[in-house]
């Protein structure tokens, strides 16, 4: 008999996407559809926030890509490869996820055994797993918490320990749920500061975040959930000229969207001059204009 290597299952499928959703849908109780015939398609190195209200399917789109939802109607690939159970060892080797609640993910005594857990698990040696952990900890400037309890950690700790356990492995592709939440003004900087240097190397950083007055400049695609279809797709900025589709979702329209809004009625200016502005255009708009209606 022939030996064979194993590989993982996929279908002959020709993609160029990174991530491919078809047709998506998914139900937690049976006439209770969380997500509707969602089909997206995301690049190789792309950073994509998506928004949408509480219960609009952003955290259960996140959880069908790594196969933690299994009963999803629809198709998901991943490089290609089908998301379903005989593929999802393979998959969440390739994808990390980082939960909205850091308590969901953190189990283990220490800082120390977190960020080694992950990485044993995908087959490193110990010297291996030192060198990792060791640069993580630089990295990610954690050495004020390596000697603590897991369960000694602030809320916003663990946020970071999260996020360093799913870094430490080093995925092609991070899944982050409401990264930014409980992260004090510095902490935030910092982490922005590093998803930026992800993306800079071709990582996929795919984002949830109600946070719309705060979301990193370098994110080149946004995505609106409504009601678990999608209601919006494309740039920041041709969102943020839509404030019908940011009031239909239930979302806060950003201050210098208002700001703007506000302006251009009070200065009762011609249609042409209201052609949606870069951003750096539109603060200048704002502090060259704001005396005027004041």
């Known amino acids: 008999m022939t ?5 993982p299952y996929s279908k002959e499928i020709t993609n160029t996407s990174q991530i491919e959703i078809k047709n998506l849908t998914f139900s937690f109780i049976p006439g209770q559809v969380i997500l509707k015939n969602l089909s997206l398609s995301i690049q190789k190195g792309e950073s994509v926030v998506v928004m949408g209200a509480n219960g609009s399917g ?16 629809g198709q998901i690939l991943v490089e290609n490869m089908e998301v ?3 593929n999802q060892r393979y998959i969440r080797r390739k994808v990390g996820i980082m939960f909205q609640n850091p308590n969901d993910q953190l189990f283990l005594p220490t800082v120390h055994q977190e960020l080694e857990f992950g ?4 087959g490193y040696n110990e010297k291996q797993v030192k060198n990792r952990i060791e640069e993580t900890i630089t990295e990610l400037k954690l050495e004020n918490l390596m000697e603590k309890k897991t369960f000694h950690l602030s809320y916003g700790e663990k946020k970071k320990i999260a996020f360093a356990s799913i870094y430490a492995m ?10 930014f939440a409980n992260l004090d003004p510095k902490s935030k900087s910092d982490l922005i500061s590093i998803l930026h240097q992800l993306n800079k190397r ?8 109600h946070e719309i007055d705060h979301i990193p400049l370098f994110f080149s695609k946004t995505i609106v959930l409504n009601q678990g279809e999608t209601l919006f797709e494309g740039s920041r900025r041709d969102l943020y000229a839509q404030p019908q589709i940011l ?12 700001l703007y809004y506000q302006l251009v009625e009070n200065l009762k200016l011609t249609p042409q001059e209201k052609v949606p502005l870069k951003e750096e255009e539109l ?9 005027k209606v004041q």
């Open 283 to 291: 603060i200048a708009f704002i502090a060259n204009n704001v005396k």
């Open 247 to 258: 009031q239909q979702a239930n979302l806060e329209i950003p201050i210098v969207s208002k």
């Open 84 to 86: 379903n159970s005989k």
């Open 3 to 7: 030996n064979r290597t194993q590989t």
């Open 170 to 179: 080093d995925p092609d592709i991070f899944l982050l749920d409401e990264p």
């Open 119 to 122: 990485l044993v698990n995908l």
């Open 58 to 73: 952003k955290s259960t789109l996140l959880l069908c890509i790594l196969n933690l939802l299994a009963r999803f109607e």
């Open 202 to 209: 071709n990582k996929t950083i795919i984002c949830i975040s």
